[in-house]
Structures are given as C-alpha cells and as structure tokens.
C-alpha cells in the first residue's frame, strides 16, 4: 500500500514589501507637497514685462471691489489691524527699524484702479510696511 504525501498549496506571497512600498510613497508625497490655505480672494494679477518675483511672509489680497483680505479677516480696518500685529510678530521684543521691516507682498486684481492701491499705500505705511511688493504675472 502505498501512502502519497497530500498535495501542498503554494505558500502565500507576502505583502509586507508592497505595504512598505505604499508606506514610502505616503511618505514622500507628503515632504514634497506644498500645503497653502486657500486665497481668501481670488484676485487675476496685472500682466507686466517684469519677471522678478516677490517672496515674504506677509501676503495682502485687494479685490477687484476694492475689498481687503489678509489671511481669514475681511474689511479694511480689520485687516489693515491684523497685519499691524502680524508686523510686530515677526519683528519680536526688538523692533523693526528700517531694512528690518518685513516687506508685504499685494495681491491686488487686475481690474482694481491704480487710485484704490495708491490710496491704500499710505495707511501701509502709516502701520510700519515701508516695502510693498505687488505682484504681477508676466505678458
């Protein structure tokens, strides 16, 4: 009497390398991805010939309506107080004077008239922004 060995099954492929492999990935996108809040505005820069690019901490939003944004406040006294406190955050127990004052960066609308913005750089600098970088995109 002969007694055969049952047949066996193949042993399970393992999914611990493709959980690895997921993990890595999770991983990666998540140190290379830029996470920004949203724009409290949509705003469409003006076009000009210039291509230098504006870089701060500080971002205010103009809407075509004249409305002002910065961050999550809305209304000009608001903003204009939020953006004071945000400029003495960012220059702490010392104080900002001259080249140390941050600049601020305008995202104001293209449709938004010159006389709006020219109104509004006064009170900027009456909080302290003496450099105030608009931002455009090129033609």
Same mark, same amino acid.
């Given at each position: 009497m002969?007694?055969?060995?049952?047949?066996?099954?193949?042993p399970a492929e393992s999914i611990v390398p493709m959980i690895n492999v997921v993990f890595l990935l999770l991983i990666f996108f998540l140190m290379t991805a830029q996470i920004a809040p949203p724009e409290p505005i949509a705003v469409e820069p003006p076009e000009a010939s210039s291509e230098q690019t504006a870089?701060?901490? /500080?971002?205010?939003?103009? &809407?075509?309506? +004249? *409305?002002?944004?910065?961050?999550?406040?809305?209304?000009?006294?608001?903003?204009?107080?939020?953006?004071?406190?945000?400029?003495?955050? /960012?220059?702490?127990?010392? &104080?900002?004077? +001259? *080249?140390?004052v941050p600049p601020l960066i305008l995202r104001a609308d293209g449709k938004t008239p010159a006389a709006g913005i020219a109104r509004l750089l006064p009170q900027l600098a009456a909080i302290g922004f003496s450099d105030v970088q608009l931002v455009t995109v090129p033609k």
């Amino acid at each position: 009497m002969s007694f055969a060995d049952p047949p066996r099954k193949p042993p399970a492929e393992s999914i611990v390398p493709m959980i690895n492999v997921v993990f890595l990935l999770l991983i990666f996108f998540l140190m290379t991805a830029q996470i920004a809040p949203p724009e409290p505005i949509a705003v469409e820069p003006p076009e000009a010939s210039s291509e230098q690019t504006a870089e701060a901490e /500080l971002t205010l939003y103009l &809407g075509p309506d +004249g *409305t002002l944004a910065y961050r999550e406040t809305e209304g000009e006294q608001a903003v204009l107080q939020a953006l004071e406190l945000a400029r003495i955050d /960012l220059c702490g127990d010392g &104080g900002c004077e +001259g *080249t140390e004052v941050p600049p601020l960066i305008l995202r104001a609308d293209g449709k938004t008239p010159a006389a709006g913005i020219a109104r509004l750089l006064p009170q900027l600098a009456a909080i302290g922004f003496s450099d105030v970088q608009l931002v455009t995109v090129p033609k």
